[in-house]
Each structure stands twice: as C-alpha cells, then as structure tokens.
C-alpha cells in the first residue's frame, strides 16, 4: 500500500509543478467531494471558510464538504486503523506526526507547498511537520505550550519571576502549586531546559526513530533536578493539572491556553497569567523552559493526482493567515502564522501573550518516541523520593539506563 501511495504522491508533485506552469489553464478546475476531519469546535467555521474558498479561489476548485467532528487527539488513531477510509484532509495533534508518516497516512509537500509552509510559519511548528528533509503537513496552530495562571489575591506581582518565593508564598497562604512534575515529562522537562539539557530524536526519511541525542544526565541534569526538588518536596505542591485545580485551593496552575475560559471564569479579577519563573542553584538563575507544540493539517495521499492537487492547494488557504485569524477571533486558537502573530488582537489576548513570552525559553516539540514520555516522567517520583545529591544523581543514571536500553544514544547532535 506505501509504494502504490508513494506511486501517487510523485504523480500528485509533479502535476502540482505543472500547475504552476500553466495556472492560466485552469487545470485543477472541477468539483471535488472532500472528507475533512476538524475539531467539533471549528466545524461550522470550517464549513463557512470552504464556502469563501468556492467563491473567491481563481483555480476554478469547487470544494464539496462532508466536515465530520474528529478530534486532533482520535484523528490519528482513525487515520492509522483505515487510511483508505479517513479524512481527506484531517487535523492531527504533533505528537502523532511520525506514526502517521510511518503508516504513509501523509502526502509529502511538494516544493512550491513546502516553501509556503516555511515562509509563512514560525520555525517550531515548520520543525514539527518535517521528518528528514521532507514536509509532510501544514502548520494549523502555535499554541500547546505552558505558561503561568497565579490568584492575584495570593500571589504578590512582584514574586512572579522567583520559584522560591512563590513556593513561599503558597506555603504561607497554604494554597497549592499545581505543576506537573510526577505525572508528565511535558511538564517535567520545564526544569531540565532551563539548564540547557537537550533530548533530541532523529528519524529517517520514513519517520522511523533511529537514535536520541540525550544530556539529562548531566552536570546541568543535576541543577535541574535540584531545582525540581524544591517544588516536589513541598507540601503544598501538587502533580494535577487542568483549571479546576484553581477552584479546589490552587493558587498557581501551570497549563496553556485551553484552561484559560475556566481559568478566569473562577479567579475572575484576581486572575493573574505570566511566563515561568526561575529558580536558584548556587547562585545561578535559570528560567524554567517549555515545550512548545502545535496543531497540523495533514493531507490524505491521494489516488487521484488531481484531487490531489486541489487538496494542497486548500489545505494552503485553510492555514494561511486569514482563516488563522478567524480561528483565533471565534475560539482564540493561537496562530502559527507570523503575521496572524504579530497582530495586535493576538498580542493583546492575555494567555497568548503570556504564552509568547514564555516560548523565548521554550523548546520546540520535535519528533519524540512514544515510550520517551513514560520513561522521562519517573524522574519526578526519584528526585522526591531522593534524600541527598547522590540520590537524585542516580535518579538521572536510572533515566540514562532505561533510553540507552531502548534507543541508540548518539552523541554527534
């Protein structure tokens, strides 16, 4: 099935080159009965969107929907049990991406969509649609990081920037910090890329993983890890997330941007957002990093070069800046693209902004293996569990262990 979706695919790039040759002829010109699997929050948007590309398209493309509410996080598992029957064009968390290359469930881009994709995007979410030197998805959003919500009426303005004091202060309020630490590696790893710690994944051309570049066992693994035992160790830190946390005697919740509409309905005026703070290790600072993520367009392989083609060509105006915008106007999905960033109605949306400034230290959401989250996440458990330095130094060796058995470490990254 992947060499006849690979037989296509070359048909489908070299018709979208001739395209480009011979636009005036109206090549793509038709009617196509499209499949597309979105969120059910963007499902009459997304019909609306389709209906302006019918009418103002200059290809002659008459897009025919049947949109079907598909979640990002089920579209892959979809997608993965029967291509042949899956959306057309379907919307898809990062993190499913190299499986879905893997299963031939993504057409490559061609050079002319690869050059709208890195134009038009910033780099991380350019990064997560590419395995090898390939592109195999459109951009659709920036925003699955984490930043900072705090209870003005505990937390003082002026302690934001320091781990410490607001520890302190939650201790002394007897609030909670609710902050992933023992749950998830994608909260976890905040304290690891602070310290400039990496853990990167290489794939091949055909998504498979292939070796992982890893320093969290480190001279600088080993200030994280002190770090992270100042939060785990106190009594008022908690491993939860999600905004309910703040109704149930949170004062800090670190999470993103689809807990703010509850985060604010509960905190009301003394809802405070901001980028993490930082924590101190013999004398140094280091502001707690992120991972930064993001939604993607995937388009079916096709068996029909020029449906193909018309589904590239829609997929590039369905994440191009305007429908961005109006994602971000109706339901307040963050933009990957760098214009719909740089606006003002963005920039003045106060989850995004504390999000944008928390991406100056964040770390792009590569490629990662699957079994990498459950492996990272114990870190968490042994440094609370470790009583000195040599215990949370073994709680690093005991993570080195369990990826060298798994992956090959490679060290020339």
């Keep these: ?32 009965d499209v499949k597309i699997w979105v969120a059910e929050a963007i499902v009459d948007l997304t019909k609306a969107q389709i209906d302006n590309y019918n009418a103002t398209n200059e290809d002659g493309i008459v897009i025919n929907p049947t949109i079907e509410a598909v979640s990002e996080a089920d579209s892959a598992t979809q997608m993965l049990l029967d291509v042949e029957a899956g959306g057309d064009l379907y919307c898809f968390a990062q993190d499913q991406f190299a499986r879905l290359v893997q299963a031939g469930a993504l ?35 920036a925003d699955n990081g984490y930043f900072m919500y705090y209870d003005k009426s505990v937390i003082p303005e002026e302690d934001i920037d320091s781990l410490e004091k607001l520890i302190a202060d939650c201790e002394g309020a007897q609030k909670y910090f ?114 930064n993520g993001c939604k993607l367009l995937g388009v079916k392989p096709q068996t029909d070069a020029l449906k193909g083609a018309a589904m590239h060509r829609l997929a590039q105006y369905l994440t191009g800046e305007q429908c961005q915008m109006e994602r971000f106007e109706a339901k307040a999905w963050g933009p990957s693209n760098l214009a719909a960033q740089a606006s003002d109605a963005v920039k003045a949306n106060p989850g995004l902004a504390a999000l944008i400034a928390q991406n100056a230290y964040s770390v792009p959401q590569g490629q990662i293996h699957g079994s990498w989250w459950d492996v990272a996440k114990v870190i968490g458990d042994d440094v609370k569990n470790a009583a000195d330095e040599a215990g949370l130094q073994q709680a690093l060796d005991n993570y080195q262990e369990k990826i060298a058995s798994l992956f090959t470490l490679d060290d020339s990254v």
């Design 1 to 32: 099935m992947k060499k006849v979706l690979s037989v296509f695919l070359a048909l489908t790039m070299a018709l979208a080159m001739c395209v480009t040759a011979v636009a005036d002829d109206k090549p793509l010109a038709g009617t196509y």
């Design 178 to 291: 609710a902050f992933e630490m023992q749950s998830s590696a994608w909260y976890l790893a905040s304290f690891f890329f602070a310290t400039g710690c990496k853990s990167e994944w290489k794939t091949d051309e055909n998504g498979e993983f292939i070796s992982v570049y890893d320093t969290f066992d480190s001279p600088e693994g080993l200030i994280a890890v002190k770090g992270m035992k100042k939060l785990v160790d106190s009594p008022f830190h908690v491993s939860a997330g999600g905004a309910d946390q703040l109704a149930n005697g949170a004062a800090i919740l670190v999470s993103g941007t689809w807990d703010f509409a509850k985060a604010s309905e509960i905190l009301g005026d003394n809802m405070g957002v901001a980028d993490l703070p930082s924590f101190e290790v013999d004398g140094t600072s280091y502001h707690l990093g992120s991972f």
């Design 107 to 141: 057409a490559q881009l061609g050079a002319g969509a690869s050059a709208f994709v890195t134009e038009n995007n910033d780099a991380g979410t350019v990064a997560a649609s590419t395995s090898g030197d390939a592109i195999y998805a459109y951009p659709l959003t």
